[in-house]
Every structure is written in C-alpha cells, then in structure tokens.
C-alpha cells in the first residue's frame, strides 16, 4: 500500500523475525532494496537515533501483544525517537478492557493526547497518540477529503470513529 499510494514517504521497516521478512518479501513483492531491519521494535527505538513523523505499530508475538505494549519504557523511547508534531499509531488486539487498560497506563505516561478507535469488525483497537494536540475533527476531517484521490480511500468514515480521551497536561 504505501509503495503504491505514498511512494515518496520514506520508510523504515523493523521486525524480529528474519523468515518474516523473507516471506514478506516473496508473498508481497516487497523489493530487495527496502529497508527493513531485523530488530526487536523496542531495541531499535532504543538504539536509534533517528526522528520519525510517524510510528506503526503493528506488534504481536504469537497470538498475543509484545511484552513491550506494557512497558512504558516502551512509549519513552517511541516519544524520543517522534518530532514534535509526531504520532504514534498502535494496531492493538485486547483481549479484555482490564488489557487494554494496561497498555493506555505505560502509553499515557508519555504520550498527553491520545485517541481510540475499536475497529468491531475485527476486534482491533487503533490508538494515535501524540505529544501536540491534534487538529480539531472538522480540519481532521477536511484534511482527509483532500488526501481521499492520492491514498486510494476515503478515510473520514474512519476518523469519525475516533474517540479523544482527556489530554494531560493541558
């Protein structure tokens, strides 16, 4: 998808798994040449000193969230290795709202704006957190009509299933 949609975004891939990335490669055509490093995702945001306008996270071992989901040493180094109007987008499975929760507690340590999204058609959670107060829905939702052409979908249905939870500090 971004190859095709967002070609000019440059991309950092990290997974711990080197057969993973093998597959991946061979099933979604993923060239030779894109960068993918083979890494825990909370050693390589530890060890790099990198800036990113955004972070993915798409993390899971087995059939359940990373150890490092917990953690808010975690959300630390994924808030250091953020620019300032950064965000950090989380691809989550809770198994229960208590779940949930544990992960919302490491995460809002060091992230002040957060939303969510249940996803109830699959059971995900989608959360977007940042340290800079996101756009009001009316621009978020603009900014989404403008952007419907070149991402090949229409994503305000989408963000008008986001919830804000309370800033902190504000």
Sequence with gaps: YFRAHLAHVQLVSVDNSAILVQLSRTWF????????IIAAAHEHLHASADKFDITLCDIFSGGAHALCLYDADF????AQRLNSAGVLALNLSPISDHDLLDILIALRAHFAHV???NVSKHGNVVLLASNQSPVDDAQLLQRARLRRDSLGMDLRECMQQFTRLAPLGD
């Design 115 to 117: 939303m969510l999204s």
């Design 75 to 78: 959300y630390a180094a994924a």
């Design 29 to 36: 055509q993923i060239p030779a040449h894109w960068p993918v």
